[in-house]
Nanobody, 122 residues
Framework: QVQLVESGGGLVQAGGSLRLSCAASGRAFSTYTMGWFRQAPGKEREFVARISGLGAGIVYTDSVKGRFTISRDNAKNTVYLQMNNLKPGDTAVYYC???????????????WGQGTQVTVSS
């Protein structure tokens, strides 16, 4: 069993930055792929980025490439999402999730945090 708690969301102006954190409890954190997803009002949850257990494999959705950076610290059981040059279109609730496989499909992820709100004003 893995419990996930996100933090770091907030209100920022367009062009600004935020760093999201996701702290995991439970064992064997390094065996899980960690993903970040987001859900805007009236829209489906969408994939943002994922990182493999040891950090060697990283994938981003096209809309955040060059602006967002996912990383993890297995000694701290924490995954991060550094978000730079934020745009109003990035406004959403951001969720972290854990999976034993390596996928961008949210339906495959077994464990989810409660989410943190990111609001980007124009």
């Amino acid at each position: 069993q893995v419990q996930l708690v996100e933090s770091g969301g907030g209100l920022v102006q367009a062009g600004g930055s935020l760093r999201l954190s996701c702290a995991a409890s439970g064992r064997a954190f390094s065996t899980y792929t960690m993903g970040w997803f987001r859900q805007a009002p009236g829209k489906e949850r969408e994939f943002v980025a994922r990182i493999s257990g040891l950090g060697a494999g990283i994938v981003y959705t096209d809309s955040v490439k060059g602006r967002f950076t996912i990383s993890r610290d297995n000694a701290k059981n924490t995954v991060y999402l550094q978000m730079n040059n934020l745009k109003p279109g990035d406004t959403a609730v951001y969720y972290c999730a854990a999976d034993r496989g390596y996928t961008s499909d949210p339906s495959e992820y077994d464990y989810w945090g409660q989410g943190t709100q990111v609001t980007v004003s124009s």
